[in-house]
Nanobody
Framework: QVQLVESGGGLVQPGGSLRLSCAAS????????MGWYRQAPGKQRELVATITRDGAKNYADSVKGRFTISRDNAKNTVNLQMNSLKPEDTAVYYC??????????????WGQGTQVTVSS
């Protein structure tokens, strides 16, 4: 069984910073892309940032220049450094991984989500 466990959410004032972390564990043959998504109340889940195994990054326009995604392939972890946070960044943030559990089988796995609230 594979698990993704997030940490690092919380309450922060506008302009502040938070760092989210996600660790994958279990029967993992390999991990392709990893990423962060978020879902605000009443809205659909949206992409925040992704990173391939080789380190290629992709960001939503709304977070470019403020958020930085990184990963450690040896530790099966992915992080999201969030700076200059805005109230509109408030959401539940989910970690995602395209995880190979055998040489032939790859599927998406999701973490349980961590709340980020940006408010004064």
């Amino acid at each position: 069984q594979v698990q993704l466990v997030e940490s690092g959410g919380g309450l922060v004032q506008p302009g502040g910073s938070l760092r989210l972390s996600c660790a994958a564990s279990g029967r993992i043959y390999g991990i392709n892309a990893m990423g962060w998504y978020r879902q605000a109340p009443g809205k659909q889940r949206e992409l925040v940032a992704t990173i391939t195994r080789d380190g290629a990054k992709n960001y939503a326009d709304s977070v470019k220049g403020r958020f930085t995604i990184s990963r450690d392939n040896a530790k099966n972890t992915v992080n999201l450094q969030m700076n200059s946070l805005k109230p509109e960044d408030t959401a539940v943030y989910y970690c995602n991984g395209q995880i190979r559990t055998t040489i032939l089988i790859t599927r998406d796995y999701w973490g349980q989500g961590t709340q980020v609230t940006v408010s004064s």
